[in-house]
């Protein structure tokens, strides 16, 4: 039972326009979200957390937005690079959990010139 | 270099064979990992451990076993391989349970033929 799902498995952007990457869950007791980039033959690297006492996490051109409501959560990028055609993952932890988190399935992000 | 590393990186072998992958990290972190990354799965949770000597199962623990009675090294060791664990294994490690990014390896692509 997937409790962290992306369902856009790919989204194509032309180079410096905005990028927005979109994650849902469904326990509603998680309360810490990341986003990881990964590139071919490589592990994920950090990009991005959001803690779910606050609605907004910016750094540099990377954003995330939190939504507990709609158990839902976004990345955008802005603006998009070349070098940011990677595959982006979403990820949950619930409270206590020693670390243990859900990841979606990934997102394709493939940046055109 | 400190970080993590895996080995080995690629790994053919028969079913019913046993086959270990190791995995190391410099950073003396306590939690470490072992993820599976499958297609339409994203990353899913086999084992954890939170210090030397302590380890738990995740969401797909079956077929598996780890030990780690080293802070750095975390093997992974499938005891009779089946086809059903071809996939992409990643380590990962953090400093601690709660709110923080894991780092991971670069990951070993196992084949089992």
């Known amino acids: 039972d997937q409790q962290v799902k992306q369902n856009s498995p790919s989204l194509s952007v032309q180079e410096g326009r905005i990028s927005i990457l979109n994650c849902d869950y469904t326990n509603s007791m998680f309360d810490y979200f990341l986003w990881y980039k990964k590139y071919p033959a490589e592990g994920p690297t950090f990009l991005i957390s959001?803690?779910?006492?606050?609605d907004k996490n910016e750094d540099g051109r990377f954003t995330v937005f939190l939504n507990k409501s709609a158990k839902h959560l976004s990345l955008h990028i802005v603006p998009s690079q070349p070098g940011d055609s990677a595959v982006y993952f979403c990820?949950?932890?619930?409270?206590?959990?020693?670390?243990?988190?859900?990841f979606g399935a990934g997102t394709q992000v493939v940046v055109t010139p | 270099d400190a970080g993590i590393t895996q080995s080995p990186r690629y790994k053919i072998t028969e079913t019913g064979r046993q086959v270990t992958l190791m995995c190391h990290q410099t950073?003396?972190?306590?939690?470490m990992f072992w993820y599976r990354q499958d297609l339409g799965h994203g990353l899913r949770l086999i084992y954890y451990?939170?210090?030397?000597?302590?380890?738990d199962k995740g969401e797909v623990p079956d077929g598996y076993v780890v030990s780690r009675s080293k802070t750095e090294n975390f093997p992974l060791t499938l005891e009779s391989a089946t086809r059903s664990q071809t996939s992409v294994y990643f380590c990962?490690?953090?400093?601690?349970?709660?709110?923080?990014?894991?780092?991971f390896g670069d990951g070993t692509r196992l084949s089992i033929l």
């Open positions: 950073w003396s972190h306590s939690y």
């Open positions: 990962a490690s953090s400093v601690s349970h709660r709110s923080q990014p894991q780092h």
């Open positions: 959001i803690s779910s006492i606050k």
């Open positions: 990820a949950a932890s619930l409270t206590d959990s020693w670390g243990k988190f859900q």
């Open positions: 451990s939170a210090a030397a000597d302590i380890t």
